[in-house]
């Protein structure tokens, strides 16, 4: 299997959260390795300014950053960029790199004149793209991303894809309150062709009230989940094994 890795990004605390915010059809996540001698403060105020610089200055990207609060990368975090939709990636980035990416670079760049201290910059990044994204209606971004990396039978691959545009979306979209499933495809990058399962959670403590710990489950979420068992038990069929998982909290 690949390596699993999102974006790296350790010791950093920030506040704003962009739960409520339109779900993007392409999640970009970089790696960025943070050693241990980073100045958080200089760190924090670096990816600040450039998530700035993409909320307020772009065309149909956002930056956003995501700190582990379960799982294997728990207590680590990821940068993502998000594009509205696929078009919006391929005007910034037409083609996978290396590349002149000249709309991009036409951003204002005074945030990324110089990594500080600490920070290892690395060409390791997937764009995933949700699955069946044009059909669903508005899908919103939750407060908790969990991310599962599934691997599905080889042989279903286009079988599977179809139950979740036609299928699965469709007979699970706002089902269960304050929690949606999605799922995306590597489009680019290191995991290009695999899949990712996504819990999207409206909040910490809706998860928290549904799961309290993983691998358990309240009575309160079974309930809320029965309607939608034989669509589960479905999409367990085509899957061979999650390989690991992550929930996110987002946290700017």
Request: charge should be negative; include cysteine.
């Amino acid at each position: 299997m690949k390596n699993r890795f999102f974006a790296i990004l350790i010791g950093l605390g920030l506040s704003l959260s962009i739960a409520g915010q339109d779900l993007p059809e392409v999640i970009a996540m970089r790696e960025i390795v943070i050693h241990e001698e980073t100045n958080e403060v200089v760190f924090k105020n670096y990816y600040r300014k450039w998530c700035d610089v993409l909320n307020e200055q772009s065309k149909g990207m956002s930056g956003w950053l995501m700190k582990g609060d379960r799982g294997s990368r728990k207590n680590k975090y990821i940068f993502a960029y998000g594009f509205d939709y696929k078009a919006a990636r391929d005007y910034y980035f037409p083609t996978e790199p290396p590349a002149d990416y000249k709309q991009f670079y036409a951003l204002p760049q005074e945030a990324l004149s110089k990594l500080p201290q600490g920070v290892e910059g690395t060409n390791t990044y997937t764009d995933f793209v949700v699955l069946g994204y044009k059909d669903i209606v508005r899908p919103m971004m939750g407060e908790l991303l969990g991310i599962h990396y599934i691997d599905i039978k080889s042989r279903n691959a286009k079988d599977f894809e179809k139950f979740i545009i036609e299928e699965f979306n469709p007979g699970m979209y706002n089902q269960i309150p304050g929690l949606n499933l999605f799922v995306l495809k590597g489009d680019r990058g290191e995991m290009k062709g695999q899949y990712v399962l996504m819990y999207n959670f409206e909040s910490v403590e809706l998860r928290d009230m549904y799961i309290p710990e993983p691998g358990q489950s309240t009575d309160e979420f079974k309930k809320e989940f029965e309607p939608v068992m034989p669509l589960w038990d479905k999409l367990q069929s085509f899957i061979d094994q999650t390989s690991s998982w992550t929930d996110y909290v987002v946290v700017y």
